[in-house]
Antibody, heavy 119, light 108 residues
Framework: EVQLVESGGGLIQPGGSLRLSCAAS????????MSWVRQAPGKGLEWVSV???????YYADSVKGRFTISRDNSKNTLYLQMNSLRAEDTAVYYC?????????????WGQGTTVTVSS | SYELTQPPSVSVSPGQTARITCSGD??????AYWYQQKPGQAPVLVIY???ERPSGIPERFSGSSSGTTVTLTISGVQAEDEADYYC???????????FGGGTKLTVL
């Protein structure tokens, strides 16, 4: 079964760091485009970052320079390193697969992990 | 920064047709995607490549494109279609992905 499972969320103080993980099963992370998407409480979806199969990475302006997307091919896992966290980074963070079959539509999503930035 | 614009809300009665629009300057060059999200759940892809429907998505969901606007149409709306709908695309460079602000579909 194709599945994504996020972990690593929690309560963190402003200025702190957190690393989110997204473990994939049923497909190979490194062969696909993968993305992080977040949703602040009561708000809409916000694209955060993408990593292409070739390794190129791109970020939303709101997180550029603070967040880093990466993957571990041996663990078939996607990561999001989040530094210098701010209150406005509070959200549910989803990882998603961008499937070539669907012209890079996000066809598989995790259940989300909650990040709360507060003192 | 690039933006996609959706109406905040759309309301229809059961059996009617709901149309949700999404506008963006790069839409003539980039594919659009639509996602359905119900409370407490992850989004689900309902339309890709402007107008294609993944298997398992009911035929009443369709998409179209005209210039800088794409439209999600739900024909014969059912109560279970009540959800938030988001369009998504990329900027003209194809490297920055964006979601629209979302449209809450209410089935009266």
């Amino acid at each position: 079964e194709v599945q994504l499972v996020e972990s690593g969320g929690g309560l963190i103080q402003p200025g702190g760091s957190l690393r989110l993980s997204c473990a994939a099963s049923g497909f190979t992370v490194s062969s696909n485009y993968m993305s992080w998407v977040r949703q602040a409480p009561g708000k809409g979806l916000e694209w955060v970052s993408v990593i292409y199969s070739g390794g190129s990475t791109y970020y939303a302006d709101s997180v550029k320079g603070r967040f880093t997307i990466s993957r571990d091919n041996s663990k078939n896992t996607l990561y999001l390193q989040m530094n210098s966290l701010r209150a406005e980074d509070t959200a549910v963070y989803y990882c998603a697969r961008l499937a070539a079959e669907f012209y890079y539509g996000m066809d598989v999503w995790g259940q989300g992990t909650t990040v709360t930035v507060s003192s | 920064s690039y933006e996609l614009t959706q109406p905040p809300s759309v309301s229809v009665s059961p059996g009617q047709t709901a149309r949700i629009t999404c506008s963006g300057d790069a839409l003539p060059k980039q594919y659009a995607y639509w996602y359905q999200q119900k409370p407490g759940q992850a989004p689900v892809l309902v339309i890709y490549k402007d107008s294609e429907r993944p298997s398992g998505i009911p035929e009443r969901f369709s998409g179209s494109s005209s210039g800088t606007t794409v439209t999600l149409t739900i024909s014969g709306v059912q109560a279970e279609d009540e959800a938030d709908y988001y369009c998504q695309s990329a900027d003209s460079s194809g490297t920055i992905w964006v979601f629209g602000g979302g449209t809450k579909l209410t089935v009266l």
